[in-house]
């Protein structure tokens, strides 16, 4: 096969006026090349002029042009094949679209000879070999779906759809409590917290427009009439990513949706069609697939979460749970009630004192130093005096002396301070890393701040600290890490959302397996016999009760693990912490069977 470059019309041009004046027939090859020479110039009209029928192909090639969008056109030929009068010349065509798209093809033109001149014999298979005579093309784009967002179980949690943005000025409304009032009776339904005096306060302090609320499309479907019309109030439609169920982690849904936000959209597929002359589709010339986004998996289970959410929306005080898979790491649900919501991320990044479920940390230490096993029998005085601090124990309560096993059963303060100061003064720091406390965890999609544990030269501090009362904090979500730690044997990493692996910081030195031995000796003692038997009945759980002393009152924790589930409770100046353990118990109670 032969094959021809491109050739400027006016080069083309020559050749033909050349060609007349040297003798001999010439070939249908020169008015092919200067057909799609004009053809990929854009030059629809000279193009036209080229062929037997100069208004039919100007109407064609211009219709492929824009029908096409095209943005460029390369075109060559090649082999001619000549039958008397008659003639076909191959093409190629290769189109450049919008987006970087190429479409190329082949065919034939179809040439004439009258009078000894040859020209291109009108076709709209000139143009594309299955384009007929009354037919268009018509480029078509093809959206990809967008991404949605799962929890563990498959079931969508996040979705692409519409909402519709109510916003409200109050400098716009003459009477703005009276709109303020009108927007909680159609609002408050989805959240009871759009009370009017809560909405007209916001409204004020913010300069501009307020967004009250995002509304699905079934939600506006309900409410929409009534919004309408007030004053100062605007309706936005907008695409987003929208939740299935607004109570479903609500706080956690929104961390998510703005991590994964700008990552939903797939790559568009496209299409060429032919239409007939009353624009109905007849063919499709050739097509591209979209390229959905693959949908975004979340390690949150929909039954701890909705269990967890239950449990902890009961408490008026700000209470929070944070749920672990030991074996992989998989964060299973992140629980606040409304009251923890209004300051955030509380579960995963407040910073508390954790009062006397770091006596975990401590005696972990203390058998890693050689100072103690669970069987090494330590005194556990109502109060002792270490340096200038006076420790007491709960109520001043005393139970002798006793193994270790059971001052942590009984949550002995005296017992842990004694070791605590017989600590180096870098074993808690050290001790707590072991157990996954203490690092910078960037989880995709969570902020987290496990807790800091600094070291502690000073015997006094070393000996608050021990009791979790000095200068030691923690988060829900690093007591959940130190509780997998335990019933896995080594610090699991926590991630979120599948595939997006979590950067750790820190060191994270191994424990040794008689530690963890110990510790889960222990732990379970404090569920069968000790301060969290309340919870005995839920099966072999693991845990470590805390009342850590603040100003105003003090918080409540407990922290455990049940098989492959462990959890970290906290209720925020929640008093006993039979409060906590209450609370985790009933959201094991309400998981489903086999959990």
């Known amino acids: 096969m032969s094959t021809r470059m491109l050739i400027p019309l006016s080069v083309a041009v020559l050749a033909a006026a050349a060609a007349?004046?040297?003798?001999?027939?010439?070939?249908?090859?020169?008015?092919?090349?200067?057909?799609?020479?004009?053809?990929?110039?854009?030059?629809?009209?000279?193009?036209?002029?080229?062929?037997?029928?100069?208004?039919?192909?100007?109407?064609a090639l211009t219709s492929a042009w824009?029908?096409?969008?095209?943005?460029?056109?390369?075109?060559?030929?090649?082999?001619?094949?000549?039958?008397?009068?008659?003639?076909?010349?191959?093409?190629?065509?290769?189109?450049?679209?919008?987006?970087?798209?190429?479409?190329?093809?082949?065919?034939?033109?179809?040439?004439?000879?009258?009078?000894?001149?040859?020209?291109?014999?009108?076709?709209?298979?000139?143009?594309?070999?299955?384009?007929?005579?009354?037919?268009?093309?018509?480029?078509?784009?093809?959206?990809?779906?967008?991404?949605?967002?799962?929890?563990?179980?498959?079931?969508?949690?996040?979705?692409?759809?519409?909402?519709?943005?109510?916003?409200?000025?109050?400098?716009?409304?003459?009477?703005?409590?009276?709109?303020?009032?009108?927007?909680?009776?159609?609002?408050?339904?989805?959240?009871?917290?759009?009370?009017?005096?809560?909405?007209?306060?916001?409204?004020?302090?913010i300069k501009g427009a307020y967004t009250v609320l995002l509304l699905t499309e079934l939600e506006y479907d309900q409410?929409?009439?009534?919004?309408?019309?007030?004053?100062?109030?605007?309706?936005?439609?907008?695409?987003?990513?929208?939740?299935t169920d607004r109570h479903f982690a609500p706080d956690l849904m929104t961390q998510v949706r703005q991590t994964v936000i700008a990552e939903v959209d797939g790559k568009s597929g496209w299409s060429v069609v032919t239409m007939n002359a009353n624009g109905a589709d007849t063919a499709v010339l050739t097509e591209v697939p979209a390229q959905p986004a693959p949908s975004f998996a979340l390690s949150i289970d929909r039954y701890v979460q909705n269990a967890a959410q239950r449990a902890v929306d009961v408490r008026t005080e700000q209470t929070m749970m944070v749920v672990l898979r030991p074996s992989t790491g998989a964060i299973l649900a992140v629980a606040q009630n409304d009251e923890a919501d209004r300051d955030g991320p509380v579960a995963t990044i407040g910073q508390y004192p954790p009062g006397s479920v770091f006596k975990t940390v401590t005696a972990a230490a203390a058998m890693a130093a050689g100072l103690a096993t669970p069987d090494t029998v330590l005194p556990c005085p109502s109060s002792i005096v270490i340096g200038e601090r006076t420790i007491p124990n709960y109520n001043h309560f005393t139970v002798g002396s006793v193994p270790m096993a059971t001052a942590y059963e009984r949550s002995c303060n005296t017992s842990f301070a004694k070791l605590a100061s017989e600590l180096p003064a870098d074993a808690l720091h050290v001790t707590a890393a072991?157990?996954?406390?203490?690092?910078?965890?960037?989880?995709?999609?969570?902020?987290?701040?496990?807790?800091?544990?600094?070291?502690?030269?000073?015997?006094?501090?070393?000996?608050?600290?021990?009791?979790g009362q000095g200068k030691v904090v923690v988060s829900p979500f690093g007591m959940a890490v130190m509780a997998a730690t335990i019933a896995r044997g080594t610090a699991p990493v926590p991630y979120l959302i599948a595939g997006r692996p979590t950067a750790v910081e820190g060191e994270r030195p191994a424990i040794a397996p008689e530690v963890i031995e110990g510790l889960r000796v222990m732990m379970r003692k404090v569920v069968t016999g000790g301060t969290a038997e309340r919870i005995v009945d839920q099966g072999e759980v693991y845990g470590k009760t805390g009342e850590a002393e603040v100003d105003g009152g003090s918080h409540s924790w407990f922290v455990g693990y049940r098989g492959d589930i462990a959890f970290a409770t906290l209720l925020v100046k929640g008093g006993s912490s039979d409060h906590a353990v209450a609370v985790t118990r009933d959201m094991f109670a309400a998981l489903p069977t086999g959990y």
Not at 228 to 243: C, H, M, N, S
Request: proline share 6%; net charge negative; with cysteine.
């Open 434 to 467: 072991k157990l996954g406390v203490g690092q910078d965890y960037s989880v995709v999609g969570l902020p987290t701040a496990s807790g800091s544990v600094p070291t502690a030269g000073e015997m006094v501090q070393r000996t608050e600290d021990g009791i």
């Open 223 to 243: 409410v929409g009439a009534d919004l309408i019309g007030l004053p100062g109030v605007t309706l936005t439609q907008e695409w987003d990513l929208v939740a």
């Open 66 to 205: 824009q029908n096409l969008q095209a943005e460029q056109l390369t075109a060559r030929t090649g082999a001619a094949r000549v039958t008397g009068d008659t003639a076909t010349v191959e093409y190629t065509y290769e189109w450049r679209l919008p987006k970087n798209r190429t479409w190329t093809y082949t065919g034939q033109l179809q040439m004439g000879r009258s009078g000894g001149r040859w020209m291109v014999r009108w076709t709209s298979s000139n143009i594309h070999p299955e384009l007929g005579d009354t037919q268009t093309m018509e480029l078509r784009a093809n959206p990809a779906p967008r991404a949605r967002v799962n929890e563990q179980s498959g079931s969508d949690v996040l979705v692409p759809g519409k909402v519709c943005r109510v916003a409200f000025t109050a400098a716009d409304a003459t009477d703005a409590a009276a709109v303020a009032a009108a927007l909680s009776r159609s609002l408050s339904r989805f959240d009871e917290r759009l009370t009017p005096e809560a909405i007209l306060k916001t409204a004020k302090n």
């Open 20 to 59: 007349g004046c040297s003798p001999g027939p010439q070939g249908p090859a020169p008015a092919a090349d200067a057909f799609v020479a004009a053809f990929a110039d854009h030059e629809v009209a000279a193009a036209a002029e080229l062929t037997s029928q100069p208004e039919k192909a100007t109407a």
